[in-house]
């Protein structure tokens, strides 16, 4: 074999296993960061937070804590004598502003108002959903009381619990120099009687939807999960 050529043979080799090797890592990487995210989210679920939570008392409030499968939301009463959603919010903008309940959840804005299903799911939405890249919205929905199912559970709060998780939710809506909410007009979920408002605060995959849900409960001295990226995370405890 003429030198040039295997010359050529022996300098495609030595780059073809640095190659190799690089792209093997390319593919480990993310799979280990994977790997570390769900360990971290188990962990995280096993740790409880609020370990001596009661839940009977005779002037309990109930709420409840509802999940699509996915992502979980509070649901609390508009009215009760520890808080007035009713006078926090325009419930004229709903079809159903005398419903009793009212659901609320908070996420990524470009995740809550352009993709109305998993099919409309872009790439880009998700990248800057996860990294940190987009603001973020407060999803309400009048409801009826709901019922207790597999992806809906009752918790029973005392006052001063439900104050706590009131005040939480509260600080999430971004306001305006009068301190009113912000409302997203024009933006629905086909069949459902909901809103999208201003929220504060930025999603990413540490800080997810579930991880405000979560913090919710925190605030409110209820037994969760340490960390819940998941909703899963969040209905081990219950």
């Not at 009215?79 to 079809?95: A, G, V």
């Not at 439900?162 to 629905?188: A, D, M, T, W």
């Not at 925190?218 to 209905?235: H, Q």
């Amino acid at each position: 074999m003429d030198q040039r050529v295997q010359q050529f043979v022996d300098f495609f080799r030595r780059k073809w296993k640095s190659w190799f090797r690089f792209l093997g890592w390319v593919l480990v990487i993310p799979c280990i960061v994977v790997a570390i995210y769900f360990v971290s989210a188990g962990i995280g679920t096993l740790w409880p937070i609020n370990g001596a939570f009661p839940e009977e008392n005779e002037n309990s409030v109930l709420i409840f804590v509802r999940s699509n499968g996915v992502h979980t939301d509070l649901v609390v009463p508009v009215e009760s004598p520890q808080y007035s959603w009713r006078r926090q919010l325009d419930l004229s903008l709903f079809k159903h502003p005398n419903a009793p309940y009212l659901s609320i959840g908070w996420g990524d804005k470009g995740f809550y108002l352009h993709t109305p299903e998993w099919k409309d799911l872009k790439f880009s939405t998700a990248c800057k959903a996860a990294f940190w890249l987009s603001t973020s919205a407060m999803h309400l929905s009048t409801s009826a009381m709901p019922l207790e199912s597999e992806t809906c559970k009752p918790i029973r709060l005392s006052q001063e619990q439900y104050q706590s998780l009131c005040q939480y939710i509260h600080k999430q809506f971004q306001r305006n120099e009068n301190q009113q909410v912000l409302p997203i007009h024009g933006h629905h979920y086909a069949g459902s009687d909901d809103y999208f408002f201003e929220a504060e605060g930025t999603y990413s995959f540490l800080n997810t939807c579930n991880c405000w849900a979560n913090n919710g409960l925190k605030a409110a001295r209820v037994t969760t999960a340490a960390w819940a990226p998941f909703d899963w995370c969040i209905f081990y405890h219950r």
